[in-house]
């Protein structure tokens, strides 16, 4: 059977292409991402302003490339922490049982029954708007669905054999931990953080565009859709553009997700 | 005589189940010496595999030991501390699964695998540990075993990976090795061969075998001493030779028929009617008289003791009658 697994490759060459505009922003543009232009304000796309300017002069496609260097950041940070958080705690939740299983359990519970944009943007006013909450909101939020995925594995990869002879050959809880169990088990982990990029940097944006994301003027997809909404009718790209580049990362990290989703079936 | 290697004493185990309380063992006593190979027979559910689990401490969060002893060279286990326990069990006791596939870490290469109890536990350095791990593959006859030290088990067929658990149980230089059904899941021609590496093995590390089974000819061809289990206790135990020439027990007898035997052509083969009594409830009398061909009314009420007959120990109040009439028949 023929399987290329072409998604997989597609979605890679999406995220890399942007990861690749995001880190080298500066090269690609030299235009300022918040320096305003009076002079030309919510010009139409040409030669000079690929995109156009928004309602201050500033260069659209500029502001989409530095907005893809926070959003893609802040949304790999605001996985990653989650990430370790979550794996580790059900790691050992699954691996120990017993109270503590219980309680983190109770806790894990008790934080999946909240809405989580509610309890986002609830975080954020607390702590105030700005990368670091945002990546606090959505780690205090999104660690208990890692925890939940890898305790459930590690409650049946603990009754492997070679789990129960690496037990009985003596070896030391933390290796059997750290090279019998968690190399086994991470793989559905690192299936679910691929969706979960998509979804963080949706809420990144969706507070953004609450205005409890990034505070402006700094170039962000969010921001720059609210800013932008009240020209949709004249300047439809300068609202659009941003949506549409959520859109495509989404669809490439999602391309990613399926494609590991079919490797690791294999 | 001296102390025996392993020793088995009056050992209980109780399984909470959703029916109820499941009394998996109800009071087993085994001797293992150093270098000797016995088998423990039985059919599915008689208590052979949480036997071995209840030695080793790998028993189900559901299933507890409720009395009885375990010894290691005299040491009591439950006298040791939960650490300490684990450690004595780790040094003196391999083990080998039934299920080649799962008894592999699919992540770590086979070299890694054999090597890590000598390089972590034992604390060897990585070279002589990796020499250790080729030493150990040779001796349970992987060709080219240092190419294979970096291939990964499913790289490996199902009999090759059954040697690799075996060299893992052997890399920290046991004395005794659990089976636990090791050749079930493999074909007959590597079954042989498996079986012929662990005969070797005794030969030649006078490393003990314990070896679960419900495969009877296994047994007569790697074991010496035979312990038919059912329904959580031993109803016969004797050397190989003379229990499969003449089991005194009706149980031992009926499944040495039901096994099929080159030499006579049968038309149909033989079964034991009935099923193993359900151990979640109550019963009395021996488990075996609801399926046994030479049962009384003396069964139906006392269960019998496992008592010493001929060579043999058989728990059945009328194995000397019936042992008397096999003969009789004979002659």
């Known amino acids: 059977m023929k399987n290329k697994?072409?998604?997989?490759?597609?979605?890679?060459?999406?995220?890399?292409?942007?990861?690749?505009?995001?880190?080298?922003?500066?090269?690609?543009?030299?235009?300022?991402?918040?320096?305003?232009?009076?002079?030309?304000?919510?010009?139409?796309?040409?030669?000079?302003?690929?995109?156009?300017?928004?309602?201050?002069?500033?260069?659209?496609?500029?502001?989409?490339?530095?907005?893809?260097r926070i959003d893609l950041s802040i949304g790999i940070l605001a996985v990653l922490f989650p990430f370790i958080l979550g794996t580790t705690l059900g790691l050992i939740s699954g691996w120990r049982g017993g109270w503590f299983d219980v309680i983190l359990m109770r806790i894990v519970d008790t934080t999946i029954a909240f809405p989580f944009y509610v309890l986002a943007i609830a975080l954020v006013f607390v702590v105030g708007?700005?990368?670091?909450?945002?990546?606090?909101?959505?780690?205090?939020v999104g660690w208990v669905a890692y925890c939940r995925i890898i305790r459930a594995a590690v409650l049946v990869a603990k009754e492997l054999d070679y789990v129960h002879a690496a037990k009985l050959s003596g070896l030391p809880t933390s290796r059997i931990l750290r090279r019998h169990v968690l190399p086994n088990v991470i793989s559905q982990a690192i299936v679910f953080s691929m969706s979960d990029i998509v979804l963080s940097i949706l809420a990144i944006v969706s507070l953004g565009y609450l205005g409890l994301g990034?505070?402006?003027?700094?170039?962000?997809?969010?921001?720059m859709i609210q800013e932008g909404q009240a020209y949709i009718l004249q300047q439809w790209w300068i609202p659009t553009i941003p949506g549409v580049m959520v859109v495509i990362v989404g669809f490439g990290l999602s391309l990613i997700g399926d494609g590991l989703v079919k490797r690791l079936n294999k | 005589?001296?102390?025996?290697?392993?020793?088995?004493?009056?050992?209980?185990?109780?399984?909470?189940?959703?029916?109820?309380?499941?009394?998996?063992?109800?009071?087993?006593?085994?001797?293992?010496?150093?270098?000797?190979?016995?088998?423990?027979?039985?059919?599915?559910?008689?208590?052979?595999?949480?036997?071995?689990?209840?030695?080793?401490?790998?028993?189900?969060?559901?299933?507890?030991?409720?009395?009885?002893?375990?010894?290691?060279?005299?040491?009591?286990?439950?006298?040791?501390?939960?650490?300490?326990?684990r450690q004595l069990l780790a040094e003196k006791i391999g083990i080998v699964f039934q299920d080649a596939i799962a008894a592999l870490n699919p992540v770590l290469t086979v070299g890694t695998q054999i090597a890590e109890i000598p390089h972590r536990r034992m604390g060897w350095s990585k070279e002589k540990s990796r020499d250790r791990a080729v030493e150990l593959m040779t001796l349970v006859g992987i060709p080219e075993a240092e190419k294979r030290l970096k291939v990964y088990p499913h790289q490996l067929s199902g009999g090759l990976r059954q040697r690799v658990a075996i060299a893992i149980a052997l890399s920290g230089n046991p004395r005794l090795i659990f089976c636990d059904e090791p050749t079930t899941a493999l074909d007959v021609t590597i079954q042989a061969q498996v079986l012929r590496l662990l005969l070797d093995l005794r030969y030649k590390e006078n490393t003990g075998i314990v070896f679960v089974t419900h495969d009877l000819a296994v047994v007569n061809e790697i074991c010496q001493e035979v312990n038919v289990m059912y329904a959580g206790r031993f109803v016969e135990r004797g050397n190989v030779q003379d229990t499969f020439q003449d089991p005194t027990h009706p149980y031992a007898y009926s499944l040495l028929k039901s096994a099929?035997?080159?030499?006579?052509?049968?038309?149909?083969?033989?079964?034991?009617?009935?099923?193993?009594?359900?151990?979640?409830?109550?019963?009395?009398?021996?488990?075996?008289?609801?399926?046994?061909?030479?049962?009384?009314?003396?069964?139906?009420s006392t269960e019998p003791d496992l008592l010493p007959i001929r060579t043999s120990l058989s728990a059945c109040h009328h194995s000397q009658n019936y042992l008397d009439k096999l003969s009789e028949a004979k002659a």
């Open chain 2, 260 to 300: 099929p035997d080159m030499d006579h052509q049968v038309e149909r083969l033989f079964s034991i009617s009935g099923e193993a009594p359900d151990l979640t409830k109550a019963f009395v009398g021996c488990p075996f008289a609801p399926r046994c061909f030479a049962v009384s009314d003396l069964c139906r």
């Open chain 1, 214 to 223: 990034v505070p402006i003027p700094t170039a962000e997809w969010g921001s």
């Open chain 1, 5 to 68: 697994n072409y998604s997989f490759y597609l979605g890679i060459a999406i995220i890399s292409t942007l990861a690749f505009i995001a880190i080298f922003a500066p090269w690609l543009t030299h235009y300022d991402p918040i320096g305003q232009n009076l002079m030309s304000t919510l010009a139409a796309p040409s030669r000079h302003h690929w995109l156009g300017t928004d309602n201050l002069g500033r260069d659209v496609l500029t502001r989409i490339i530095y907005g893809a």
């Open chain 2, 1 to 85: 005589m001296s102390t025996p290697f392993l020793s088995v004493r009056n050992l209980h185990v109780d399984i909470e189940t959703n029916r109820g309380l499941l009394k998996a063992i109800r009071g087993i006593s085994l001797d293992v010496n150093e270098g000797q190979s016995i088998g423990i027979v039985g059919e599915s559910g008689s208590g052979k595999s949480i036997t071995l689990k209840a030695i080793l401490g790998l028993l189900p969060k559901n299933a507890r030991i409720t009395s009885g002893d375990i010894f290691i060279e005299g040491q009591s286990l439950f006298e040791l501390s939960e650490k300490a326990r």
């Open chain 1, 129 to 140: 708007a700005g990368p670091k909450s945002i990546i606090l909101a959505i780690s205090l």
